[in-house]
């Protein structure tokens, strides 16, 4: 699987809006980008994946540059739940993959009431 | 659903100790993984079972032996704990139909926190 790279942390405001950023220039065409965030002393719990369009759902919106070199997750209105670990993790895994998640240290986001 | 429970959630081991782990599923899935956090890291496969009765070695196997006797059940054991085995233990399952592991979603417990002195 392709490597990700993502700032240590990131700081915001409560019901503001949150962007945090994952470059995977080596990713090829058939990997998909997930996200996965982890509560503190919780096990990680899915967010969002696409392959080449942007993608929302309940909890985040998904944003993939044209050339899927970077990807954005979008929080519309970060909350104090939202403060985890979240990591940007690249899945390929057609025929043979042992299908493990390769998670990388993710970026830890804080939310400031 | 209770998704995908561990037990136990806390456990203290004194070196050369044996125990096993436990992870349960109730979502009929095939693929179940078992990975360790130490701080500041991200998780690591330890073993992982492709379906009943499977078992495969993932990144990290050394100490550690897994069975899956049960679809539903995983099990991890430590044969003689070691204090470099303390470390948060998470198990995860996912549906994985071979060739479409490229958009599963993983499903993890909330995880045992062992410490070996």
């Known amino acids: 699987d392709a490597k990700t790279t993502q700032p240590n942390s990131m700081e915001s405001n409560e019901e503001e809006p949150v962007h945090l950023p994952c470059n995977h220039s080596?990713?090829?065409?058939?990997?998909?980008i997930h996200w996965y965030r982890q509560l503190p002393s919780q096990g990680p719990e899915y967010v969002i994946h696409g392959l080449t369009s942007n993608v929302n759902n309940r909890m985040a919106s998904l944003a993939i540059a044209e050339d899927r070199k970077s990807s954005t997750l979008i929080l519309h209105r970060a909350t104090l739940r939202d403060a985890a670990v979240y990591y940007c993790i690249l899945r390929g895994g057609y025929g043979g993959s042992q299908g493990n998640l390769i998670f990388g240290k993710g970026t830890k986001l804080s939310v400031k009431p | 659903n209770a998704g995908v429970t561990q037990t136990p959630k806390f456990r203290v081991l004194k070196t050369g100790q044996s125990m096993t782990l436990l992870c349960a599923q109730d979502m009929n899935h095939e693929y179940m993984y078992w990975y360790r956090q130490d701080p500041g890291m991200g998780l690591r496969l330890i073993h992982y079972?492709?379906?009943?009765?499977?078992?495969a070695k993932g990144e990290v196997p050394d100490g550690y032996n897994v069975s899956r006797l049960k679809k539903q059940n995983f099990l991890l054991g430590l044969e003689s704990a070691a204090p470099s085995q303390t470390s948060v233990y998470f198990c995860a399952s996912s549906y994985s139909r071979r060739g479409r592991m490229s958009t599963d979603t993983q499903y993890f417990g909330p995880g045992t926190r062992l410490t070996v002195l």
């Open positions: 079972s492709v379906g009943e009765g499977t078992t």
């Open positions: 080596t990713i090829s065409g058939t990997d998909y």
